[in-house]
């Protein structure tokens, strides 16, 4: 990867002293009672982000924690302005998300699970396939495309994504082999034309970001990754049932014109694995 980062169209003419200011890539991780992990989670990400040739910030969206979330976040935003944490009511991982990529600044945004199930030297993959004259405007992790890799994770855990994710691919995403993993990097117009609009707050969340961005003509990538298993990770298989209704409510909107003109087929907005 080179050391310049490709901009976003945005801000490409903007000269002003604030946007001098403004970083090339935002993290942006939602957190719900992750006080366990969230201290390491900024360590590590900080650590990592130190060594790229970026101006950088993460954001943390705590989403109604019960726990010391918020608090452990906030240890690591005093010591340093980079970071943020914003504080919501319990609204669900996908509000959490959408509130994050709003309020992030970056020209690249990149949405990461406070579990950090993928090592972090796999966002280089993410960078590396922005680096260019002409990159897409979304790039999701995959557990199933070329390169990737699950360790450790529960066979039903696994058999529950499968099956939804088949489910997903049938109804409304077809050709995207994993739309629930959760590392995903947008531009800066992505997040305030797509995440606006998302209206799922649940585990489907993913599911309409991508429909939408998919009617909008957004190019969209898919980059193997290295998955590890939690074995007391947040999805938990009891949600299933709302996600599968969730994402039939989201066929019905684009069967009825909701979410406006295009297609998920995949013609509008080019997908490569």
């Not at 950088?56 to 979330?69: A, C, H, P």
């Not at 099956?163 to 082999?177: K, S």
């Not at 995440?195 to 991508?210: I, K, S």
């Amino acid at each position: 990867m080179s050391d310049s980062f490709p901009p976003d169209s945005r801000s490409v003419s903007d000269s002003s002293p604030a946007s001098i200011s403004l970083p090339d890539l935002s993290i942006v991780v939602p957190a719900f009672n992750e006080e366990g992990v969230i201290g390491c989670c900024l360590n590590e990400l900080r650590t990592h982000l130190e060594g790229l040739s970026l101006k950088w910030e993460i954001v943390v969206v705590d989403d109604g924690s019960t726990d010391d979330t918020a608090q452990a976040a906030g240890e690591h935003a005093t010591a340093d302005p980079r970071v943020r944490v914003i504080m919501g009511n319990r609204s669900g991982k996908g509000a959490a998300v959408r509130r994050g990529m709003l309020e992030a600044r970056g020209a690249w945004r990149f949405m990461a699970d406070a579990d950090l199930a993928m090592p972090l030297d796999n966002l280089d993959r993410f960078l590396g396939s922005i680096d260019g004259t002409s990159p897409p405007d979304i790039v999701i992790g995959s557990r199933e495309g070329p390169g990737a890799q699950r360790r450790g994770e529960h066979w039903l855990r696994y058999l529950v994504g499968r099956v939804f994710n088949a489910y997903v691919r049938v109804t409304v995403l077809p050709g995207i082999a994993d739309t629930q993993c959760g590392f995903k990097l947008v531009s800066a117009k992505v997040a305030s034309d797509v995440f606006g609009r998302v209206t799922v707050g649940g585990f489907a969340f993913d599911v309409e970001l991508l429909v939408l961005a998919r009617l909008a003509g957004y190019e969209i990538r898919e980059v193997g990754i290295v998955w590890h298993g939690r074995t007391d990770s947040r999805v938990a298989v009891s949600r299933g049932a709302v996600a599968f209704a969730d994402v039939l409510r989201i066929k019905w909107n684009v069967w009825t014109g909701r979410y406006g003109r295009g297609s998920v087929q995949g013609g509008g907005a080019s997908l490569r694995g």
